[in-house]
């Protein structure tokens, strides 16, 4: 098994973009914010992105609106780490900082029409209900926004580091595939047939169209009734001008996520489900040439005393029971749940071994699975130490 180092991935001024992807509930969100704040306190400048945080999440850093623009997490900053075996590499350096930010979906997809439209028609687009229905719903758009959002921070030169979570997803490659979808959509027949008109001079075509859209027309008007379709010819009319833009940027967006000092770091539970997810995923990237740092596992059980075996610890159990006697039934118990965990941890490790094996050249590190969820700073340090340090103990061990 190799290991993935995030420590140096972290402190290593190359790394520029690192994206947090997996699939629905493995904790893309925590890890993302618990990478902000260990690069942070390392002494980087670093923004991250989070997508949805849970509410404590969001409190801990500060996110208490929706305003679509980094702020500085209080409470980060290089030197907070305290004594840890990370800092003896020498890292502590002074100035890091961690900002953070939410995203907001339909200000995010504002600003776009903002910066490509005229102001008249770009408050003719922002007033229209087929653009506000749009801006929030069609699948993708989240995808997308975050995206288009770390284009514009990265654009902005002013981070070391720019950790992205990626929104909840059914599968964590709709996330790859949103800046195709949405020029799909772009290019979508509907969408070119209602273009047309405005484009093409010659007369005769435009005759057919009109033929053609008047058809389209009547049958959606029945559908959809007349305002909505008034609604989306006037939306479509005003994205005409803005068509280009549209397409050029998610096509910059979607080759930022290739350019050198992006890296990919794919979350995964110790579950069947997450790991054949992420096997999919680190294939997908693969074969794509993206930049794969690795998988994270998380969640991972640990016992406190591996050195009590499970056949040690059924066996003293047996020898304990004893119902006249409540303490030793008592040790008897802890002894019991001690061999279930030992065995959660076996299963575990097998599956993530499973893994290791079909993908030899992927780097893998974990995280353990704390008592209780991590939605503040210490929680977000303790599992950054967890991150970096557990694998520093694994290596000096073997
Ligand atoms: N190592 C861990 N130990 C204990 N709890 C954890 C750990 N990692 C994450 N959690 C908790 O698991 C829950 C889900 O985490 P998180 O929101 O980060 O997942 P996610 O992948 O972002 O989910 P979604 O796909 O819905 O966006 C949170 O309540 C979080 O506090
Ligand atoms: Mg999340």
Redesign the pocket.
């Known amino acids: 098994m190799t290991y993935l180092d995030i420590e140096t991935l972290l402190l290593d001024p190359e790394t520029k973009i690192i994206v947090c992807c ?10 993302a914010a618990a990478l902000g704040v260990r690069a942070a306190e390392s002494g980087r400048k670093v923004v991250t992105l989070t ?4 509410r404590r ?1 969001a409190q801990a850093l500060g996110l208490q609106e929706l305003d679509n623009v980094p702020r500085k997490v209080a409470g980060v900053g290089a030197g907070r780490r305290g004594t840890t075996k990370g800092t003896a590499k020498g890292t502590a350096k002074r100035g890091g900082e961690l900002h953070a930010m939410m995203l907001d979906m339909k200000r995010t997809f504002d600003e776009i029409v903002e910066a490509h439209a005229s102001p008249a028609k770009a408050a003719q687009i922002l007033a229209n209900s087929f653009y506000q229905s749009l801006s929030s719903s069609f699948a993708g758009t989240q995808e997308y926004m975050a995206m288009e959002k770390l284009g514009q921070l990265r654009a902005s030169n002013t981070w070391d580091l720019i950790v992205v ?1 990626t ?3 059914r599968s964590a490659l709709d996330f790859l595939d949103a800046p195709s979808r949405l020029g799909r959509f772009l290019d979508g027949r509907f969408i070119r047939m209602l273009f047309v008109p405005a484009k093409v001079g010659s007369r005769g075509y435009a005759k057919v169209m009109q033929v053609g859209l008047g058809f389209v027309t009547g049958t959606m008007t029945k559908l959809l009734g007349t305002q909505l379709l008034t609604d989306v010819q006037t939306f479509v009319s005003a994205m005409d001008t803005m068509f280009g833009g549209l397409r050029e940027r998610a096509d910059a967006t979607a080759a930022l996520l290739r350019a050198p000092g992006t890296t990919f770091v794919v ?1 995964a539970a110790p579950e069947p489900d997450a790991l054949r997810e992420a096997s999919y995923f680190v294939d997908r990237l693969l074969e794509e040439q993206m930049p794969l740092a690795g998988v994270v596992v ?2 991972v059980h640990r016992s406190g005393v591996p050195e009590i075996t499970t056949a040690n610890a059924l066996s003293a159990a047996d020898a304990l029971d004893d119902e006249h006697n409540p303490e030793a039934a008592l040790a008897a118990g802890v002894l019991r749940v001690h061999a279930q965990r030992l065995s959660l941890e076996a299963t575990e490790q097998k599956r993530v071994d499973g893994f290791a094996l079909a993908h030899p050249n992927v780097r893998l590190a974990s ?9 503040d700073l210490a ?1 977000l340090r303790e ?1 950054g130490r ?1 991150l970096c340090d557990d694998l520093a103990e694994t290596e000096s061990a073997s």
Request: hydrophobic share 40%; charged share 20%.
């Open positions: 997996g699939s629905g509930g493995v904790g893309k969100t925590t890890l997508i949805d945080p849970a999440l979570d929104p909840p997803a979350v998380n969640r995280v353990r699975a704390f008592a209780q969820d991590v939605h929680g599992l967890s």
